[in-house]
């Protein structure tokens, strides 16, 4: 697996080897970039005993289209001597002591066959050895480089690489990557920067006058020699420093969110005025607030949902954009957690058996010092913060230290939205009129109370799998048919979602034999047979992935 990049090679000089198909379109990408080619269409093997010269047939397309590069300047072709292993630390720019920047090796995969493959070898070792990025056509053994599928419209590129793989299947991915784009890709591109470079021009305008002010009232106030000293001198720079950071901090999060939330074929069309015009709005009403407040800090309990990032809700995800610290519980997907911002602290829950109190504990003290220290504070609970998510206990112990929750973000329950991704109605006429929440833990570990049975009622139960036998036997005893259909449903919304469809007398014995994949939660009820019923001589079956 390689690092893609993307590399300004403006005057940069790379050699052009051998002919094929490919030499033409390989010269004409480096001109594209603004790159110089020298085209060597032979190769010299005099220092290979017993090696004939490569030479090659070039096609009289080729050969026309390189003799008008070469008239007007726009190449080198060196067509009165073969390439030599010499070429390749002579031919270069002189800053860089004549060694090229880049070798395309195309010659065609007939020739590479020959008794030539030596010549390939130390090409290629001589080239890693100095250092210069080498691409032989056909063959990834001796390439250190590859380039991409690409499509170029403005300053907008999106490049696309199997790795070697194919590249009609990169062409293929490319096309269909495209075709999901606004046309105006470019505008919005050209549209956003132009925003950009606006904004920071003004912050640093705005910046360099609140310097002058700062250096002009500390001038004044040092007239006197008598004067009363203040240590408004002392912390000048630490203010200033202080000030600039917040504000290239708002400045970014404004921008991101603009770029976020907007539709992105709309993007184009914004005004770069009004938006510089909305922005400074944006930073007065900022500093009003947050002087308003007076840098007293604030907490959310904001809901992650089940796990994709598509269920997150548009409040739960400026949440996460927003916060100075983020507390997760530790079964947030981690396609959640990307979603927040690198430069964002982010405390994961360390909750394990026996643990679990100790780690609470830890999270909320953390979550009382941040918003102590006038910081917004987010603590991003999976589902919904209140089903079975101790949101309220989290508000209340807040609450009682003086600091309570200024929000609560619902999240999407696994509750409702699991049995959807495993395709059970948790309602369905003549089937379940009910359904009921319950949970397969309570506390300190105990079992809770098990509702009675009720062949109307579709019943979903969290944390009960990791002691599934003991809630299987509860239930039975409580007077629930064996043989009612059941479904675990892990990692629900997730690429690696799984479900295991049984019958409760079954489920134990499934589940350990697939192994556990938290979080996940038990379906029960005939509403589990609605849409996707076992064959009867199935015990269970297994469906791996969304």
Known sequence: MGLLTCQDIKNQVFLVIGTSGLTLTRVQTLLEHGAHAIVFTDIDLSSQESVPAITSTISAQTSEKLGEFSAAGKISWVQDRGFTLSDLETQGR?????????????????????????????????????????NTADDPEHCTFTLLSTFTKGDFQLGVTTSGKGCRLANRIRREAVSSLPNNIDAICEKVGALRRRIIAEDEKDEEAERTKKLEEDETGQEDDDADQTNKFNNLVLEFNESHQQKKKQRLRWLSQIVEYYPLAKLADLSVDELSKEYKQYNEQTAEVAAAANKRGRIALVGAGPGSTGLLTTEALQAIKEADIILADKLVPAAVLAQIPRETPVHIAKKFPGNAERAQQELLALGLEGVRAGKYVVRLKQGDPYIFGRGAEEYLYFEQHGYAPTSVVAGITSALSAPLAARIP??????????????????????????EWDDARTVVFLMALHRIGDVVDALVAKGWDPEVPCCVVERASCPDQRVIRTRLKDVAEALETAGSRPPGLLVAGRACEVIVKLADDERWRIEEGL
């Open 94 to 134: 002189s800053e860089v002591r004549g060694v090229v920047d880049g070798v395309f090796l195309t010659i065609p995969k007939a020739i590479k066959g020959s008794s030539s493959t030596l010549f390939v070898d130390d090409l290629f070792h001589k080239c890693v050895s100095a250092r210069i990025p080498i």
């Open 426 to 451: 948790p309602t369905h006429r003549d089937v379940a009129d009910q359904v009921l929440v319950c949970t397969g833990t309570g506390r300190r570990g105990a079992l809770p109370r098990f509702p």
